[in-house]
C-alpha cells in the first residue's frame, strides 16, 4: 500500500482511538437505565484491597462500558449486523418479521412433577374447589413460525402433560386451542413476552364457564389505547427496533360492576388504590405494569358485585392481565404470588374465606421457580 | 488487561500512544516500561513480581556473562543458573498441581496441592527473557547494559501476554533505536483492526457454537453437531490465536517494532509438519533454536532425529497446558510428523494437492478434538459421535445450527485459506481495481472499528429482566 494511504488510516484510527473516550468523558451520566432496567456503574474506587481482588480493575471496565458514549446505539448496530448475517435469534429471543419470540429451554420433568404434586396436596388439605389454568406462551402458539429447524418446545402436549398429573379434584382449564383458534389476533405482544388484554379475554372466556359464571361479551367492552408505544422485555434483550412498538389497551365496562379498592400489600405496608389500572406506568417503559402495578405478595380488590362469591388467584404475571376481567364476577379477589412467600398461605389468608381458587401461571415458566412447592405448607 | 476491551482500545492506547508520540527519543522507552508494567499488573496485580524478577535474574546473568567474557566456565554457569531461575519458575506455577496430582496418583502419596494461580503469560516471556540469555551465550547478540531497555524488551504491551514469542535478537535493534514514522502507525493500525476484527467479528461468534457443542453429551450429539462443533472450535482458536498475534504485531509496528509473524494460513498446509511451520511460528522456531538444534536436530543419524522430535513434541504439547491432554496432544502430532518424515512425506508431495490439504486439515481437526476435550474417554467418545457412533446422522438441531452459522462458517473458510489473499492480488493487478481497493482500504478499516466496538459494548450490555414477573 502507498504512503498516503497508511497516512490516512494512521489519521482514522488515531481519530476515533482519542474522539469516542473523550465523547464518553464529556458525556453527561446517568445512574439508571430505562432499557437494561438497572442501575449504571459507579466510578471504582482504587484501593489496596480493590487491586489486589481486580474489582477495582473490572469496575473501570464496567464504567467505561456502561456510560460509553451512545451505548444503546452501539448496542443496536451490533444486533442489526447480526440479523444482516443471517442469525435469527438475539440473546434468547427469536426475531420474527412482525413479533419477538422468547426462546425457551425444555422443561424439567421432575420439578414439573414436584410442582403438580403440590397443587394436588393444596387441592386435598383445602376445601375449596381448586382450578388450574395454564396459560401457553407465544412460542407455543406460533411454533410453526420459529426459524427453520428451531427447537420447539410442543406448550399444547406440556399443558396437557400437566393436566393429566393433577388429581381430579383439581379442575383444568384448557385455554390452548381457544388461543390456537385466534392466533391470528392480536393476542400476544410483539415486543414483550406476556400475552395482551385480547389474549388474556379469549382465555377467559372458557375460563369463565368452568368457575360458572356466563361470560360477559366481547363488545360490552369499551376499549382505550392508552399507548401505542411500549416495548417490553424482548426488545430490551435485543435492542431490535423494526418491530412495531405495542399497544396498552385498557378494557372497560361502563354498565358492569365496578372496582371499589384495590389493596395493596408489598410485605412492609398496605397501599390502597382505586383502579385497578395502574395509569402512572403508562409514562414509563415497562407499561406493562399498568396492569395490576408491580408484582406484589398480596393484593385485595373489592368490588361492586351483588354476590358474596370470593375467589383466590394463585398467580404469576400472566394473571396481571387476566384478573380485570375476573372483576365483573366476585365481589372480592384475592391475588397471592408465591414467588414473595416463604411461609405457609395460611399465615398470610385465611382459606376458609374462599371457595374458589384459580392457579393461573404461564405454562413454561411456571416449572422454573419452584415457588408452588409453598403450597404444600399447611 | 486484553487488547479486546474497552478498557485497553479506549483507555489504555489512547492514553499510552499520546504520550509516546509526544515525548522524546530517550523518554520513550521509559514511556513503554512504565505502561508495559501498568498493562501486566491489570491483570496480574501481585504476581508482577515474579515477572520483575525473572527479569532482574536475565538482566543481571546478561551482565555477569559480559562482564567474564574471557571465562567461558562462568559463562556457561551463569548460564544454567539462569535458564534453571526461569524454568523452576516456570514449573512452580505452571506445573506444580499437574506434578504433584500424578504423584500422587501413581505412588499413592498425599501431597498438598498449593493450587497456585498460572501469572498471565509466563509461559511467554520466561521464554522470551531465556532467548535472551541463551543467545548471549551463544554470541548471537549484544549484551544489554540498559535496564529499562532490557525491562522494556520484557514488558512491551503488545506481546508479554499472548504472544508472538518476540526474540531478543529479533528487536535487539529497534529496542537501543528506532524510528517511529506516521506510515508505519497507518500500517500498523490497519493490521491491528485485522487481528481485533478476527477475534471480535470471527473467533467469538464462531466460537458460540462450539461453547453450545462442547457440554452437550457426545453420547446423543448427531455427526453432523459434532462436525459443525469441532470445526467452529478450529476456527475459533485459529481467529483468536492470530488475531491476537496481528494485534500485536500491528501495536509493534504503531511503536516502531517489527515483531516477527505468527501464522502463515495454517490451514491450507499440505502436510502436518507444514502445518506447525505455518502456526504459532514464534514458538517452533524458539523450540527449534534452543532444543531441537541444541540436542543435535538431524545431524547425528535417524535413531537421535527421532528421539530428538520426540522430546520436542512433547515438550510442545506441555507447554500448552499442564494436563494430559496436551501432551498427549503433543505426541499425537510428534508421532504424525515422525511418519510424515519417514514415509508419508514422500507420497503426500506426489498427490493432487486437494487430498494432501484434506488429509492434513483432518489431522489437525482430530488434533483439535484432543485439546479441547479433558479425558481420552470424551475425546474417543467425541470422534465416535463425528463418524455417526450415536447413529444419528442429522437432526434438526444440527440443521438449525447449520442454517444459524452457515455465513458465518463461509467467511471463517474463506479468510482463514488464502482464497482471500489471492482474490486481493487478483484486484491489485488491474490500475482501475487497485485504486478502488486502495481508497477502500481507510473505509473498511474505519468500518471495522466501529463494528468491533459495537461488539466490545454489547459484550457488557446485560438487561436485568424479571422474566417471570
Not at chain 1, 42 to 59: A, L, Q, Y
Not at chain 1, 132 to 146: H, N, Q, R, T
Request: aromatic share 16%.
Amino acid at each position: 500500500m502507498n504512503n498516503r494511504n497508511n497516512k490516512l488510516s494512521a489519521v482514522l484510527f488515531m481519530t476515533i482511538l482519542l474522539i469516542l473516550p473523550i465523547m464518553t468523558l464529556a458525556s453527561k451520566k446517568g445512574t439508571f437505565s430505562d432499557v437494561e432496567n438497572r442501575n449504571l456503574a459507579t466510578p471504582p474506587k482504587p484501593s489496596i484491597e480493590h487491586i489486589k481482588d481486580k474489582s477495582f480493575m473490572n469496575g473501570v471496565e464496567d464504567y467505561l462500558s456502561d456510560h460509553f458514549i451512545g451505548r444503546t446505539k452501539w448496542v443496536e448496530a451490533k444486533v442489526r449486523q447480526e440479523i444482516l448475517i443471517g442469525k435469527e435469534e438475539i440473546n434468547g429471543v427469536y426475531i420474527l418479521n412482525d413479533m419477538l419470540i422468547q426462546k425457551l429451554s425444555p422443561p424439567d420433568y421432575e420439578k414439573v412433577d414436584k410442582a403438580m404434586e403440590a397443587i394436588n396436596n393444596f387441592a386435598s388439605d383445602n376445601k375449596a374447589n381448586v382450578y388450574v389454568m395454564f396459560a401457553p406462551s407465544a412460542g407455543g402458539i406460533y411454533s410453526g413460525e420459529l426459524p427453520t429447524n428451531a427447537p420447539i418446545i410442543n406448550q399444547k402436549a406440556f399443558i396437557e402433560y400437566m393436566y393429566n398429573k393433577l388429581n381430579s379434584n383439581v379442575t383444568t382449564i384448557d385455554v390452548y386451542n381457544s388461543l390456537y383458534a385466534v392466533r391470528d389476533e392480536y393476542i400476544y405482544y410483539r415486543n414483550d413476552h406476556h400475552w395482551t388484554p385480547y389474549g388474556a379475554f379469549c382465555a377467559y372466556k372458557p375460563a369463565i364457564k368452568r368457575l360458572g359464571f356466563s361470560e360477559i361479551s366481547y363488545n360490552k367492552y369499551h376499549i382505550e389505547h392508552a399507548s401505542n408505544d411500549f416495548k417490553g422485555t424482548l426488545y430490551s434483550k435485543t435492542l431490535y427496533d423494526k418491530i412495531t412498538p405495542d399497544m396498552i389497551d385498557l378494557y372497560n365496562y361502563e354498565g358492569g360492576a365496578k372496582v371499589l379498592s384495590v389493596e395493596v400489600n408489598d410485605g412492609m405496608e398496605i397501599k390502597e388504590y382505586e383502579s385497578i389500572y395502574f395509569r402512572e406506568y403508562l409514562e414509563e417503559k415497562d407499561k406493562y405494569l399498568v396492569y395490576l402495578g408491580q408484582n406484589q405478595p398480596l393484593i385485595t380488590i373489592k368490588t361492586d358485585v351483588k354476590n358474596d362469591r370470593k375467589l383466590l388467584v394463585i398467580k404469576d404475571s400472566y394473571a396481571n392481565v387476566f384478573i380485570p376481567f375476573l372483576t365483573q364476577h366476585y365481589r372480592e379477589i384475592t391475588v397471592l404470588d408465591l414467588r414473595f412467600i416463604r411461609t405457609s398461605y395460611n399465615n398470610i389468608i385465611n382459606m376458609d374465606d374462599y371457595n374458589q381458587v384459580l392457579i393461573l401461571y404461564n405454562a413454561l415458566t411456571m416449572e422454573n421457580d419452584d415457588t408452588l412447592k409453598v403450597l404444600n405448607f399447611k | 488487561m486484553v487488547f479486546s476491551s474497552l478498557t485497553f482500545l479506549y483507555f489504555f492506547l489512547p492514553l499510552v500512544l499520546s504520550l509516546y508520540f509526544i515525548s522524546g527519543k530517550r523518554v520513550k522507552n521509559i514511556i513503554l516500561f512504565l505502561s508495559g508494567l501498568l498493562f501486566y499488573s491489570w491483570g496480574e496485580p501481585f504476581y508482577v513480581i515474579i515477572m520483575i524478577f525473572s527479569t532482574l535474574v536475565d538482566y543481571t546473568a546478561g551482565r555477569i556473562m559480559d562482564r567474564y567474557d574471557n571465562k567461558p566456565k562462568v559463562r556457561t554457569l551463569v548460564l544454567l543458573v539462569s535458564v534453571c531461575i526461569n524454568l523452576t519458575l516456570l514449573s512452580i506455577f505452571k506445573y506444580s498441581s499437574f506434578l504433584i496430582g500424578n504423584m500422587n496418583n501413581i505412588f499413592g502419596t498425599s501431597f498438598n496441592d498449593p493450587n497456585l494461580p498460572l501469572p498471565i503469560g509466563i509461559s511467554f516471556y520466561t521464554f522470551q527473557s531465556m532467548s535472551y540469555t541463551i543467545d548471549l551465550y551463544m554470541r548471537n547478540i549484544k549484551v544489554q547494559k540498559n535496564i529499562i531497555n532490557f525491562t522494556t524488551y520484557v514488558t512491551l504491551f503488545p506481546q508479554i501476554v499472548a504472544g508472538p514469542i518476540v526474540r531478543y535478537a529479533d528487536v535487539e535493534k529497534e529496542i537501543n533505536n528506532r524510528k517511529v514514522s506516521m506510515d508505519m502507525v497507518g500500517y500498523g493500525a490497519g493490521v491491528f483492526l485485522k487481528g481485533l476484527a478476527k477475534k471480535v467479528l470471527l473467533a467469538n461468534n464462531i466460537g458460540m457454537l462450539w461453547s453450545e457443542v462442547k457440554v452437550m453429551d457426545y453420547g446423543k450429539i448427531s455427526a453432523l453437531t459434532a462436525w459443525l462443533g469441532i470445526l467452529a472450535f478450529a476456527f475459533q482458536i485459529y481467529f483468536d490465536f492470530s488475531g491476537y498475534s496481528d494485534m500485536a504485531v500491528g501495536l509493534g509496528k504503531i511503536l516502531g517494532f517489527n515483531f516477527p509473524e505468527n501464522f502463515n494460513y495454517p490451514y491450507i498446509s499440505k502436510s502436518v509438519s507444514e502445518f506447525w511451520r505455518r502456526w504459532h511460528i514464534t514458538l517452533g522456531t524458539w523450540f527449534r533454536l534452543y532444543v531441537y538444534y541444541p540436542l543435535g536436530g538431524n545431524r547425528k543419524g535417524l535413531p537421535r532425529t527421532i528421539i530428538n522430535l520426540a522430546i520436542v513434541w512433547v515438550l510442545t504439547g506441555l507447554w500448552h497446558g499442564a494436563s494430559w491432554n496436551f501432551v498427549l496432544w503433543g505426541i499425537y502430532f510428534g508421532i504424525l510428523i515422525i511418519i510424515e518424515r519417514l514415509v508419508l512425506g514422500n507420497i503426500l508431495k506426489k498427490l493432487p494437492s486437494a487430498i494432501s490439504t484434506v488429509y492434513t486439515f483432518l489431522a489437525v481437526l482430530f488434533g483439535w478434538v484432543l485439546f479441547e476435550t479433558n479425558t481420552l474417554t470424551d475425546a474417543l467418545r467425541y470422534i465416535k459421535a463425528m463418524f455417526g457412533g450415536t447413529r444419528i446422522p442429522i437432526d434438526s438441531l444440527a440443521l438449525y445450527q447449520l442454517s444459524s452459522y452457515f455465513i458465518i462458517m463461509i467467511i471463517c473458510i474463506f479468510a482463514s485459506s488464502d482464497l482471500f489473499k489471492t482474490f486481493i492480488n487478483g484486484i491489485k493487478e488491474y490500475k482501475f481495481t487497485l485504486k478502488i481497493y486502495e481508497v477502500s482500504i481507510p473505509i473498511i478499516q474505519t468500518v471495522i472499528m466501529i463494528l468491533c466496538t459495537a461488539y466490545l459494548v454489547d459484550s457488557t450490555y446485560n438487561p436485568f429482566l424479571y422474566f417471570r414477573f
